[in-house]
């Protein structure tokens, strides 16, 4: 069963933290986030050292929560969009832990579930600590163009959300269990627009959606919700179109994507929110809120990362892309 | 004991594949590798794509000695220097396989080593294909200047390796023993010419090497080669300092560099080399000849990155560096 690894004694997720900015305070789940900063630079000397503050901030709000120090945990597992992904690097310095940095574009906070789950699974750490941040302006101007031109934007575009999740896994205590994941593999159906991502990720999605309802032998009717994050509008629809095809078409209003919901109707995110630190604050705040509180018992989380490197399309090629899967379940593998 | 994970049902490296390119072929261990592009190019459009064309001939050839397909593999771990690791991900496309992507610059190949140790070792997989690759050209342009200028380099510097290195773990059959693993913290000295890597790379090392010792009640005298990779010739005399204050200092003898054994005395490597590739091609060469023909019974290998991001830099900050160590025996857990 390639790709797919069930844990029959399955890590929890103990506690999250969630770290927006102001658009994320004025979009639709800021009740569900932890702490905001106020503006996009937090005192930082530079839009990305600012992006390592949210990761950071995240992190230590999680530990708080779990009432733990950085020195309780085994292992942080972390990345984000940037190059060398230094806002992880910066968090892991603070954290002064154990360290595995990974990148998967906007997959990265599933990846690190992944990983950060066999190694608690496995029995060779208790807690391990995982996350994942992106920042607007960061982003904008390393795979797009400089802030300060203003440019304009197709409505293909997504907003790269200026947020951070961290998520504590453990292998005792009250949580959220995370039943089983599913490791992707790159698809890449020729898309080389940095502004149409939806496009590019969705095929990516369906592939790994479908590779888990066949190797766990469950279909989407199964969870009461399967997250794409972040495909956007027309992504999601793309989605739809795919799994539908594939005979596992979701009821379609259970088919929600991170990052519409991160931004609702706001009207400057275009298709919808994208970034490392969507689907992550979204996983860590909202969606870990429902199951708590048992609004939802069991949700598919599919992660989806465009793996642009601008280089790579300037030299002529196009945009691979990855999903990586995670079932989240209600429950306590000790109850 | 955050951070070593000893596998007592030690996964095995199989087979391993190493690469390199004409300067590689100049050099002392040219016997140890099993192929070589006669150019820098490979008949590619750039340097960053003929760098995706070596990891995938070293992931080839792993999987060849192993008379294995790339559908047997239950997953890909892999990463590199390039923003993006825009390699791994093309190496990812081509073996069709799930595929974790990392990023810890030169260290990735022990990253590596850790996490399909890990998934091998817990059961969830049977077969892990690791790897790492860098190039010479992509890695000046990205990191340092553009080829073309011809800068003039200080005596401090390393050359990066073009050549890559992939090792295949499995759970079982004739290997080498992946005994243990410690990932290592971030350690930032304060160092930030990326001319002088061995300098700030040398206390990550000194760091992980002591709390593998610690952690696994061994001492420099059960290794018979304790290698870093890549400190130069500099690096090493450093680790070999902060090794000693430790109360860790090994034989000198038995304390080598794999960019030292990479390149020997060839002038311009200056003080060795270095890169991703560097580490994982003498590794899945030279160092598994060794202990497949029992020169040596057990050695440690300390890989050492320097998580270098050239804006980060700019900006006004260091040089965070990290070293993984894997800890590799001859013998078979099956035997």
């Known amino acids: 069963m390639k790709g797919t690894w069930i844990f029959n004694n399955a890590p929890l997720i103990t506690a999250g933290g969630a770290v927006g900015g102001k658009d994320e305070k004025n979009g639709p789940l800021a009740a569900y986030f932890d702490s905001f900063f106020a503006d996009d630079v937090t005192q930082a000397n530079s839009y990305e050292e600012a992006e390592g503050f949210f990761l950071s901030r995240a992190a230590q709000i999680a530990l708080n929560k779990a009432s733990l120090s950085s020195g309780d945990i085994d292992l942080f597992i972390a990345?984000?969009?940037?190059?060398?992904i230094t806002s992880a690097t910066y968090t892991a310095a603070y954290l002064n832990a154990p360290y595995l940095g990974i990148f998967s574009a906007c997959a990265t906070v599933c990846e690190a579930l992944?990983?950060?789950?066999?190694?608690?699974?496995?029995?060779?750490?208790?807690?391990?600590l995982v996350g994942s941040v992106s920042h607007n302006k960061s982003a904008e101007r390393q795979f797009r163009y400089p802030n300060e031109y203003g440019s304009q934007k197709p409505p293909t575009c997504q907003k790269t959300a200026t947020a951070a999740g961290a998520l504590l896994l453990a292998d005792k205590g009250q949580g959220i269990m995370l039943e089983s994941v599913t490791v992707g593999r790159v698809v890449d159906y020729g898309i080389n627009d940095p502004l149409n991502m939806g496009a590019a990720m969705a095929p990516a999605a369906a592939d790994t959606i479908c590779k888990h309802f066949s190797q766990t032998k469950t279909s989407p009717a199964d969870y009461d919700l399967i997250l794409s994050g972040?495909?956007?509008?027309?992504?999601?629809?793309?989605?739809?179109d795919l799994l539908s095809s594939q005979g596992y078409g979701p009821d379609k209003q259970r088919l929600k994507d991170c990052g519409l919901l991160l931004y609702g109707e706001q009207k400057d995110a275009f298709c919808g929110g994208s970034g490392a630190g969507c689907i992550a604050s979204v996983l860590a705040g909202y969606l870990c809120n429902l199951l708590q509180n048992r609004v939802v018992t069991?949700?598919?989380v599919a992660a989806t990362g465009a793996l642009?490197?601008?280089?790579?399309?300037?030299?002529g090629n196009t945009i691979p892309?990855?999903?990586?899967?995670?079932?989240?379940?209600?429950g306590d593998n000790n109850a």
Do not use: T, Y
């Open 79 to 84: 990345g984000d969009l940037m190059n060398q």
């Open 114 to 128: 992944a990983m950060g789950g066999l190694a608690v699974a496995s029995g060779k750490c208790q807690k391990v």
């Open 230 to 240: 972040d495909l956007g509008k027309m992504g999601r629809e793309l989605l739809f």
């Open 298 to 300: 069991r949700i598919l």
């Open 308 to 315: 642009l490197s601008p280089n790579w399309v300037k030299q």
């Open 321 to 330: 892309c990855i999903s990586h899967a995670v079932s989240l379940r209600v």
